[in-house]
């Protein structure tokens, strides 16, 4: 549906193709990773809920208290005797679970970092590309929600509405990325048509019916 209206205008003359260059090539190059990166967030994410590690770190936007989690048996004992008792929902946490919500986090960073490449490569190449406005938006607004929803999750011990929403959003943050890449790999390869230029070529003299090259009519 999203990419139907794109297509019609090229079938019917109102587009061309036009040049490719750098900037153009590295924007889809960015979309890809987008899309990689969001299948990779997903994924990992499915892992620390199925793996019940979604308090495993219970605080935010540190790890017990330090930026770089405790990785050994001992110092996550030792971190977790030094917590205040209601932010630990569970005592046998390993340190294999702590490290997966950790990388989810890092992966988080790692989405909302190719994000904003994309984002401003749009603003700065295409802003005035019609068809790339609503899934730029939809992509700003809804990592923004996702980041509010993934805090919330850690901040509200893993609230059953909370959480549901975070991967509903995760969903949601998945389709907008094929949407926007589908978008960039079809429109960046094809201009608008001026409505002049479309003119002029509609009032060149057609060639009769017959003729053949090098032969009068």
């Not at 999203?2 to 036009?18: C, D, K, M, Y």
């Not at 802003?127 to 901040?155: D, K, N, Y």
Request: hydrophobic share 50%; aromatic share 6%; proline share 8%.
């Amino acid at each position: 549906i999203s990419l139907g209206p794109i297509w019609t205008r090229f079938v019917n003359g109102e587009a061309h193709p036009q040049r490719e260059d750098n900037a153009f090539r590295l924007l889809r190059i960015f979309g890809v990773a987008l899309l990689l990166t969001l299948i990779l967030q997903l994924t990992l994410g499915a892992a620390v809920r199925h793996a019940g590690a979604a308090l495993a770190i219970p605080d935010f936007p540190t790890s017990y208290g330090q930026w770089l989690p405790p990785v050994t048996v001992e110092s996550l004992n030792a971190a977790m005797a030094q917590m205040p008792p209601e932010m630990i929902n569970r005592t046998d946490y390993t340190p294999t679970l702590v490290l997966l919500h950790f990388v989810h986090r890092l992966g988080a960073v790692l989405v909302c970092l190719i994000a904003a490449l994309v984002i401003g490569g749009i603003v700065h190449k295409a802003p005035r590309r019609p068809e790339l406005v609503a899934p730029t938006l939809a992509l700003l607004v809804v990592l923004g929600l996702q980041i509010i929803f993934g805090i919330a999750t850690v901040a509200s011990s893993a609230y059953p509405e909370v959480a549901t929403m975070h991967q509903f959003l995760g969903a949601m943050l998945l389709s907008i990325g094929v949407w926007l890449t589908a978008r960039l790999f079809l429109i960046t390869r094809y201009v608008p048509v001026e409505p002049a230029a479309r003119a002029k070529q509609d009032r060149q003299p057609s060639t009769p019916l017959g003729t053949l090259k090098g032969q009068p009519a």
